[in-house]
């Protein structure tokens, strides 16, 4: 199990060309936001801006986010939250997107009454489909918007690696992110991948932040 924060070279700025798409969930990501850290962190990264980020509408958010691929294709997307969600959809309307690959950090079960609130409903029912690029889902097993074990189902249904943080909430501001060496570490390692045009061995991000 690897903890929240990996000491560790920060030489994720590497001579990288790679785009970095973040794709942030309810509320957007704030200034303090890993997101927000890690975007600074790499020369060719953008964000996916929605209109209203209080009221999510799957139409709107998913065609919001199908203009930014289109205009930066073969990008690493960085997902948190609903926005992991939002990928997903993404990828059931749109098998052939040019995305490289995603980082899918705490995902949130809207399928769950308990765990999600009303308005987050019409991201529901959540896409249970092999996610056509190369995939890993992060999860925390105190997070308060999905059981762990649930956040395994997507993972496995989805065909992605599945790194286990240990209790970090929801990897989010409140819960001490902020800059997130694991996350800069999977990102780098994923680029690394990319341009080698090869695929790593089972487990590889797992090693990257262990």
Request: aromatic fraction near 8%.
């Amino acid at each position: 199990m690897a903890p929240c924060n990996v000491a560790g070279p920060r030489d994720c700025e590497a001579n990288v060309t790679i785009p970095v798409l973040i794709v942030p969930g309810l509320g957007g990501s704030g200034e303090q936001h890993w997101q927000t850290h890690l975007e600074r962190l790499f020369p060719d990264a953008a964000r996916v801006h929605q209109d209203d980020w209080a009221r999510p509408h799957l139409t709107r958010w998913v065609d919001r986010l199908a203009q930014a691929v289109a205009a930066r294709p073969a990008a690493v997307l960085v997902a948190h939250s609903l926005g992991c969600l939002l990928v997903a959809h993404l990828a059931a309307r749109w098998p052939d997107a040019p995305i490289a690959a995603a980082l899918l950090v705490a995902p949130a079960d809207v399928e769950s009454a308990r765990h999600t609130p009303d308005h987050t409903r019409g991201f529901a029912p959540i896409p249970l489909l092999t996610l056509p690029f190369r995939c890993v889902v992060v999860a925390s097993t105190n997070d308060p918007f999905i059981e762990f074990e649930r956040a395994r189902e997507l993972a496995n249904a989805w065909g992605a690696e599945f790194v286990d943080v240990g209790p970090c909430g929801h990897i989010n501001v409140a819960s001490g992110f902020g800059p997130w060496l694991a996350g800069e570490r999977i990102v780098a390692s994923t680029m690394a991948w990319i341009q080698a045009s090869e695929r790593f061995p089972r487990n590889s991000l797992k090693a990257a932040i262990a």
